[in-house]
């Protein structure tokens, strides 16, 4: 089997970094309160549930799925742009897990946090590309064609102008992008969630996965509601519990399953994906004004994690200064202490 593929890290990638920084500052909309995210500002519920680790293969058994054990866990599903559940878009499933022993990478902290989209792959190859991207973005914001095309939505022109200006240039990016933001689910459960980029799983490169186990879902009436997924969600769960496979696929060729190009997928013929655990919802209210504000107000950084799942790759390194600084400016201008919750306070919430 190959070795472990070795991060490339370009040596201007600091710079792209700072970069992408000031773009994500630059971008966020601080015209409301409470300020939003600048990535996946609506969120359909604060779900509760518990990861259950198994009894593994040794090749497996690495930090978190070292033993087996259980992770209480609280779960953001959102969208990742549109306030409105009706319009295509792409979604998230961020998952929290709480009293999990060991030093991490961000923070001392006894949590552990997973970012997913419900799509395979990312739309930039590394920071360089990162950068272009929100270059254009921040040009439409500024350039006043967008305003000339008053007969269009805002976003609309927006993107038209970032289309014109960047992404005609990139089509493997563009057809990227149109996948990702097409997507209309009709519930946050009906979703394959992906990390889209890679992780280690002890000495191997993985990404991750949770696959909803959708035999368990209850139908739901069709919704001409702007919250559609929110109520998709607390319908789904009101008397019913309901599980997803936590999976992972290791890199087994460097070639073909590059660590610095999350927009290449990474074969499942030549690399299956393994389950490791399972995330059970057992049935809940998760859409309470109190839980709403909990989740509201948490944040999630792919590198609040063990070592042992160090993210890989030039997208994670802009990561973790990018989810640093917006969440920082964020809970300034909120007005809220920027902590790592206790399960005790969680808990407290949905016992209620």
Known sequence: MP???LETIPPNEPALIARLVEQNLALLDTSSRPVRRGQHPKHHG???????VGELEPRLRHGLFATPGRYAAVIRFSNGASLDDRKGDAHGMALKLFNVPGQKLLEPCDTHDFILIDHPVFFARDCAGYVELFDALLNAKQSILPK?????PRML???GHVYLSH????????AIMRAMIGKQPASPMA???WSTTPYLLGPHAVRWSLVPRTAMLKPVAPSDSPDKLRLALAQQLAGSDFEFDFMAQQQTNAESMPIEDPRTEWDDKESPWVKLATLRLPAQKPDTPELMEFCENLSFNVWRCLPQHRPLGGVNRARRAIYESITRRRHELNGTAMREPRLEEFQRLWQA
């Open 3 to 5: 070795e472990l593929a």
């Open 46 to 52: 604060c779900v509760h549930g518990e990861l259950v």
């Open 148 to 152: 000339l095309a008053f007969f269009l």
């Open 157 to 159: 022109a927006e993107m």
């Open 167 to 174: 992404l005609h240039k990139h089509p493997q990016e563009m």
């Open 191 to 193: 979703s394959t969630y």
